[in-house]
């Protein structure tokens, strides 16, 4: 997609922006929300494109209404409104707009964000890191922050760069992007990597107990493992299982 | 009871500096449980309990998320009180880490997750407080003041969840005493615990992460591993 740039305020002030953005979750409250942290992100543009105080502080007030999204995808928001907020400094648009470009993104974005960084990103490279604990040991969690990171931040990046750029236009470079198509990808990589290390797990501590009681615990440890799979979908707690595991296999190894 | 109250202080200061990173800042998955307990567990000189129960709780809190305005468990906490917790055993009464310390330690303090969500939810209040009081500012013309209230959220959830860490470390060195005087039976039966949960926690992980055919690429993946490993052992002899 072709990018045009329109916003005349300062790349430095737009970055400065774009790294208090990273902030943005600080003071989330049950009433506004991400409210607060977003208006404390752009105060440093609004500063810049409304020198008068009267204009400044209608555009604050504008941007303490309540407002919630995804934390990373919040990105493209913030360009967008900066990408807004000059248009309205400039006199070619009313503050409504900007408004309603939040309030129109902030839902769809949110459940973008929440499927592909929440549901799919994350349970992925944690399983996949935690099935390369055998393998990595201890610099598995550091490949867990790497791997995850270098995705996340490239697409905060990008995300604040489409708004900025394209405004309105966004949600088409978004969709560019596939980003339910990798998401559901990526899920099958966590449930695989998830069935790896239970059974990795099942027969390392197998082996290591050694004997007739070696294969009992090994055989034992999987049973456990499907039978809780099939559980927890009927609404048993995960809690519940977790501890009747870890007493049913404490007694049969003290008694057996 | 032996108390090494360095350790006290760098479990609290690290599970206060992970509740900033999970709450307020980048949230780039340091709080997570495999990087939160690893990185408890080498400050407290036990990189492999940490490791372990950090993977363990990473499986078991997988599918956890904050959707919309509803809040998960807090798996931070639960990761480094934990670890803290099985660190401080393990080394008040001079020994190392051991899956049935681990499994004990699991078994009293896996829970706290719930603990940190209640808390979670009251300091939200705190934040709430910070936003009107901002929103007030804002109309009163005091821009700048309103807007630096942001910057204060934080600090309760560090100072609170600083202290609850810094609290589990000190019920470990409490508890140490006890755990060592465990019969050996029992303490073989805690040893086969830990792989048994650790086996539930990634088979709870391949349904929370709802991928389609889960159970399906789960056991696959597990046959594989199981076929793999009798083939490498026939192969060996």
Redesign the interface.
């Known amino acids: 997609m072709m990018v045009t740039s329109t916003s005349g305020l300062p790349r430095p002030l737009r970055w400065r922006v774009f790294r208090r953005s990273?902030?943005l979750?600080?003071?989330?409250?049950?009433?506004?929300?991400q409210?607060?942290?977003l208006?404390?992100a752009l105060?440093p543009a609004l500063q810049w494109l409304y020198p008068e105080?009267a204009a400044?502080?209608a555009a604050?007030?504008r941007h303490?209404s309540p407002f919630?999204t995804h934390?990373?995808v919040a990105a493209a928001i913030v360009g967008g409104v900066l990408y807004h907020e000059e248009r309205i400094a400039r006199g070619e648009e009313g503050p409504e707009r900007v408004e309603a470009f939040k309030r129109a993104l902030m839902g769809p974005l949110?459940a973008l964000g929440?499927s592909f960084f929440?549901?799919s990103l994350?349970?992925?490279?944690?399983?996949l890191?935690?099935a390369l604990?055998p393998v990595l040991?201890?610099w598995?969690?550091l490949l867990?922050?790497v791997l995850?990171?270098s995705v996340?931040?490239a697409l905060r990046i990008k995300l604040f760069r489409l708004g900025v750029h394209l405004g309105d236009r966004l949600v088409e470079g978004i969709a560019q992007e596939h980003l339910p198509l990798w998401g559901?990808r990526l899920?099958?990589v966590?449930?695989?990597?998830?069935?790896?290390?239970?059974?990795?797990?099942?027969?390392?501590?197998?082996t290591q107990?050694g004997g007739w009681g070696g294969p009992l615990?090994a055989v034992?440890?999987?049973g456990?493992?499907?039978l809780?799979?099939g559980l927890?979908?009927r609404g048993v707690s995960?809690?519940l299982?977790?501890?009747l595991?870890?007493?049913?296999?404490?007694?049969?190894?003290?008694?057996l | 009871m032996v108390v090494h109250w360095q350790d006290v202080a760098v479990a609290g200061g690290w599970g206060g500096l992970l509740a900033l990173e999970r709450?307020?800042?980048?949230?780039?998955?340091?709080s997570?449980p495999?990087?939160a307990a690893?990185?408890m567990g080498?400050l407290l000189g036990e990189?492999e309990t940490?490791?372990?129960i950090?993977?363990l709780l990473?499986?078991?809190h997988?599918?956890s998320?904050?959707?919309?305005?509803a809040l998960p468990e807090n798996e931070t906490l639960a990761a480094c009180g934990t670890t803290a917790a099985s660190a401080c055993m393990a080394s008040g009464e001079g020994g190392g880490g051991t899956?049935a310390l681990w499994?004990v330690a699991?078994?009293l303090f896996?829970?706290l997750g719930?603990l940190g969500r209640r808390v979670d939810r009251r300091l939200?209040?705190v934040?709430?407080g910070?936003?009107?009081r901002?929103?007030q500012l804002?109309?009163a013309?005091e821009?700048d003041r309103?807007?630096?209230?942001?910057?204060?959220?934080?600090l309760p959830y560090v100072a609170v969840f600083g202290v609850l860490t810094a609290g589990c470390a000190l019920l470990g060195f409490a508890l140490s005493p006890a755990v060592h005087a465990l019969p050996l039976?029992?303490l073989?039966?805690?040893?086969?615990?830990?792989?048994?949960?650790?086996?539930?926690?990634?088979?709870?992980?391949?349904?929370?992460?709802?991928?389609?055919?889960?159970?399906l690429?789960?056991?696959?993946?597990?046959?594989?591993?199981?076929l793999g490993?009798l083939a490498s052992g026939w192969l060996r002899r």
């Open positions: 990273l902030f979750q600080a003071s989330w409250n049950p009433k506004g929300m409210n607060l942290g208006a404390w105060y105080p400044r502080r604050v007030e303490l919630n934390p990373y949110a929440d929440w549901l994350k349970p992925a490279v944690g399983a890191c935690c604990v040991g201890a598995a969690a867990f922050v995850y990171n996340h931040f559901a899920r099958g966590a449930a695989s990597c998830a069935g790896g290390i239970a059974a990795w797990l099942a027969l390392q501590f197998g107990q615990l034992g440890c999987l456990l493992g499907g809780s799979y927890v979908a995960t809690y299982l977790l501890v595991a870890g007493l049913l296999a404490g007694v049969a190894g003290a008694f | 709450r307020a800042f980048l949230q780039a998955m340091f997570r495999l990087v690893t990185g080498l990189l940490g490791l372990y950090g993977m990473e499986l078991f997988l599918g998320a904050a959707l919309g305005a899956p499994a699991l078994l896996a829970g719930m939200e209040r934040s709430s910070l936003a009107d901002a929103l804002a109309r013309g821009l309103a807007v630096r209230l942001h910057g204060y959220g934080p039976s029992m073989r039966g805690l040893a086969w615990a830990f792989p048994a949960m650790a086996c539930v926690a990634a088979a709870l992980a391949a349904r929370a992460s709802h991928a389609q055919r889960g159970g690429w789960a056991t696959l993946a597990g046959a594989a591993v199981v490993t």
